[in-house]
């Protein structure tokens, strides 16, 4: 323990750091020293002063590589500092990550400052004076050598528009600030945080364009800004991104012409532009997005599904409601071996079900309703073995219902309104396990239909007037005779 302590004292003394915590007899300070501002401990006022020489923001570009979470020290260069608050006890710091740790901790400090620190719902640790303390402060993670990783200020009450000092954390992988309330825009400098790999600011009430920088963030693979109010396009420079994976801006403004753009995004694998005001048509070269699993879009899109689509393999969920896309379903759609929804709900479809979606072994969930889908319901829908969802309700579906077995997981299936011209046989429709009897299909009007030419007379008020008619000339014609 002496031995231990002499020897970090030499090696502060020796780089003109006196570091506070080394007065400290490597006790507890990182809890103790929390009630900030109002101590009036000497060690402790002493650490900004001694601290502040060797700390310039613009300096601080640690290392060439400055996408890799930095090694440990260089076997060259002698530890500088044991003992930092949040990091293992036998961590020691060379002098460059402890600069670095405290340019973070400072920047932080500032966020806590012009974020509403003070009604955060949980601020731990974030006014403690100790401008090596932050690796130890609530919702703030660092990797083992003290570079900050993670912030994760997820509904902690925050206000205010977003920091601009991202140049302060080279080694920050994953930023969450999700549901607060958070204003303002995304300032461009964001992209300064070269390391960032996931951004969620979803549930905010951010605004303005989508900030074009983000595009030359090079390890960039998650973009979350759902549920805020920002318009205007998605930027082209987001095409860019090399290992974008994830991209979710449903629930805002967003406008214009359905990116074409988006068609370069090669390593995307989740899309979600619901609930915005895109118009137009999807590119139909959306095909050439080799690892896309999930598209997702409730906009004002027109035109026709794209064959392609079909060629996208990696495919499970299609979702693309209340909108007026036209045209047919393309069978192609029968190619998505790992396809488990697909809802195209609210739409202007025409045209008849491909008998290909039967192929979809996968399928959980498969909703047509509300469109002008005519034609019969194919009997291979019943080769849906994983069906627990259909619906193809409010359509003109015609011909006879299949005599088909319902899948046995189907639990929630819309038939009516549609316009079939019969129902299966009664020993079929009337069966539990049958797929008109689960799905409640109703014949009756077809039934009328059918007998139309048999009992009309009782509602045709045409035919009873003509029948009446009669019946009175004739009448008339047995009382002349009578009389
Ligand atoms: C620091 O002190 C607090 C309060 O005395 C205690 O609960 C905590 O376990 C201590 N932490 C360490 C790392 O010793
Ligand atoms: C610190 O101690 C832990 C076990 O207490 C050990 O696993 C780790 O390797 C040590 N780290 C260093 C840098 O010595
Ligand atoms: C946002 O602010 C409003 C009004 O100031 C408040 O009612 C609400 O709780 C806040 N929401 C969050 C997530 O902080
Ligand atoms: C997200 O935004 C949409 C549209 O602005 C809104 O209808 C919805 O309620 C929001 N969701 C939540 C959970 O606030
Ligand atoms: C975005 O909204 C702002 C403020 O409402 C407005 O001034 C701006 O013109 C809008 N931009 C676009 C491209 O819609
Ligand atoms: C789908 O992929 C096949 C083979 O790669 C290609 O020949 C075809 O043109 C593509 N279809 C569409 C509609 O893009
Ligand atoms: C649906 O298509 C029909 C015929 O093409 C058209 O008259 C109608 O306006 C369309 N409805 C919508 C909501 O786009
Ligand atoms: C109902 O249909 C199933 C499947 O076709 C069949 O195995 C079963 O015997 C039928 N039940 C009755 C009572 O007809
Ligand atoms: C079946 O359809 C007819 C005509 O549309 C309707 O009057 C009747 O109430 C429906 N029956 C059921 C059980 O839904």
New binding site residues.
């Given amino acids: 323990m002496k031995n231990r302590f002499w020897w970090i004292l030499f090696f502060s003394l020796l780089l003109l750091t006196v570091h506070a915590e080394d007065n400290d007899d490597d006790s507890n300070d990182s809890a103790t020293d929390s009630s900030s501002d109002a101590t009036t401990d000497p060690s402790i006022t002493e650490t900004p002063s001694s601290v502040d020489s060797d700390s310039e923001p613009s300096t601080s570009m640690p290392s060439s590589s400055a996408t890799d979470i930095p090694s440990p020290a260089t076997p060259a260069s002698p530890p500088a500092i044991s003992n930092v608050p949040g990091l293992a006890a036998n961590q020691t710091l060379n002098q460059q990550q402890l600069d670095q740790l405290k340019i973070s901790c400072s920047a932080l400090q500032q966020w806590y400052t012009t974020l509403g620190g003070p009604q955060w719902l949980d601020s731990t640790g974030w006014t403690n004076n100790d401008m090596t303390s932050c690796c130890s402060w609530a919702k703030v993670y660092c990797n083992p050598v003290g570079g900050v990783i993670r912030i994760t200020l997820i ?1 902690n ?1 925050l206000a205010g528009s977003i920091p601009s000092t991202f140049q302060s954390f080279p080694h920050l992988v994953h930023l969450d600030m999700s ?3 958070l204003t303002g825009g995304i300032p461009d400098s964001i992209a300064a945080g070269l390391a960032i790999q996931t951004l969620n600011f979803n549930f905010n009430q951010l605004s303005g364009l989508l900030p074009a920088s983000l595009g030359s963030m090079p390890v960039l693979a998650s973009i979350h800004l759902a549920n805020n109010t920002f318009n205007g396009t998605i930027p082209d420079s987001w095409a860019n991104l090399p290992l974008l994976k994830t991209l979710d801006l449903s629930n805002n403004k967003l406008s214009g012409p359905f990116p074409t753009s988006i068609a370069n995004y090669r390593s995307l694998v989740s899309l979600s532009l619901s609930s915005n005001a895109f118009t137009g048509s999807l590119p139909h070269n959306i095909g050439i997005m080799p690892s896309l699993k999930s598209l997702v879009s409730k906009n004002q899109l027109t035109g026709p599904i794209p064959e392609s689509l079909g060629n996208i393999t990696a495919l499970v969920t299609i979702s693309m409601r209340s909108q007026s896309l036209n045209g047919q379903i393309p069978s192609s759609l029968g190619n998505l071996p790992n396809l488990q929804v697909l809802d195209l709900t609210r739409n202007n479809l025409t045209g008849s079900i491909p008998p290909q979606l039967g192929n979809l072994v996968h399928l959980r969930n498969l909703r047509l309703s509300r469109n002008a889908l005519d034609g019969a319901v194919p009997a291979e829908l019943g080769l849906c073995g994983q069906l627990q969802i259909l619906t193809l309700n409010y359509n003109a579906l015609s011909g006879t219902f299949p005599s088909i077995v319902a899948p046995p997981a189907l639990a929630f299936c819309h038939m009516q309104p549609n316009s079939f011209d019969a129902c299966p046989p009664n020993d079929v429709s009337m069966n539990y396990s049958s797929m008109a009897f689960q799905c409640s299909v109703n014949c009756t009007s077809a039934k009328h239909k059918k007998s139309e030419g048999i009992s009309v007379s009782s509602n045709s008020p045409f035919l009873l007037t003509v029948f009446m008619a009669i019946l009175a000339l004739i009448v008339q014609e047995a009382i002349h005779v009578i009389l």
Avoid: F, I
């Fill in positions: 509904g009450n549901y607060n309330n």
